[in-house]
C-alpha cells in the first residue's frame, strides 16, 4: 500500500494555519484513549477525498490503524468514503469504550507532505482538559513515539505544560510510563505509528496493538 498523498492538489502557501477537522471523540463512556497527530493534508484542508478514505480519524486510505483494529478485534471495516464507514466506527468505539484524539489542534506545515515532522504546532488540543473531565480514562495510548513530533512527545509537552510529568516503567515497546492528576494514575503506553511512512512490518505492529484488546 502505497503513501498517495502527493496525487492531491494542494494549497501551496506553505505558511497556511490549518485546523484539526474532528471533535475529540471521547465521551463519559470512554476507558481507553488513543492519542495521535493530525490527518494528511486532503483532510485537514478540505480537499477532495478518495473514494476509499474514511472522513474520521485515522481515515486516510494509506493508514494501517483501521486494518491493525480489525484484526485485533475480529471485524471487517468498510473502506469507503460514506457515512456508514464513519458510523461503524464509532459504533465499535463506543461499544468498546475506545475514545480517539489528536493531539495538534492547530499548526503549519515546513514542507508539502504528510509527515509529523514537517508540522510547526501552533496550538495543542487540551488533553489536559479531556482527562480532568473523564476521569474514567485509565489508560493512554500513542500512535508513535519516534521524534519530537510524535504523539507522545508532542502530549508530554503539553502535559508538561500544566506540570504533569511522566515516570517511566519500561522502555521496552510498548513504552509504558505513568503521570498523575489530581493524584490519578494514568498508565501511558507507546505503539508504532499506523502510518507507512513508519516502515514498520504489519506483523509487528500488529503483536503491539493486541493490547488494545487486553484492556
Avoid: C
Amino acid at each position: 500500500m502505497g503513501n498517495k498523498e502527493n496525487q492531491v492538489k494542494h494549497n501551496n502557501d506553505s505558511n497556511m494555519i490549518e485546523t484539526h477537522p474532528y471533535k475529540p471523540f471521547v465521551d463519559n463512556n470512554s476507558k481507553l484513549l488513543i492519542i495521535g497527530t493530525t490527518p494528511p493534508m486532503r483532510f485537514t484542508q478540505k480537499l477532495e477525498l478518495y473514494i476509499d478514505d474514511v472522513d474520521f480519524y485515522y481515515g486516510s486510505r494509506d493508514n494501517y490503524f483501521w486494518d491493525l483494529i480489525g484484526d485485533v478485534f475480529g471485524l471487517n471495516f468498510e473502506i469507503k468514503n460514506s457515512e456508514e464507514a464513519i458510523n461503524q466506527r464509532k459504533d465499535f468505539l463506543t461499544k468498546y469504550r475506545i475514545g480517539l484524539v489528536d493531539i495538534v489542534l492547530k499548526f503549519s506545515r515546513n514542507e508539502k507532505n504528510a509527515s509529523d515532522s514537517n508540522l510547526n504546532v501552533q496550538e495543542f488540543q487540551n488533553i489536559y482538559k479531556i482527562l480532568i473531565e473523564n476521569p474514567q480514562i485509565e489508560k493512554v495510548f500513542f500512535t508513535g513515539y519516534s521524534g519530537s513530533n510524535s504523539a507522545e512527545s508532542l502530549t508530554s509537552t503539553h502535559l508538561g505544560e500544566h506540570k504533569v510529568y511522566n515516570t517511566v516503567l519500561s522502555t521496552k515497546t510498548p513504552r509504558h510510563k505513568f503521570f498523575k492528576i489530581n493524584n490519578r494514575e494514568i498508565h501511558s503506553f507507546s505503539l508504532y505509528s499506523p502510518s507507512p511512512a513508519a516502515r514498520k512490518r504489519y506483523e509487528d505492529m500488529l503483536s503491539l496493538y493486541q493490547i488494545l484488546k487486553n484492556d
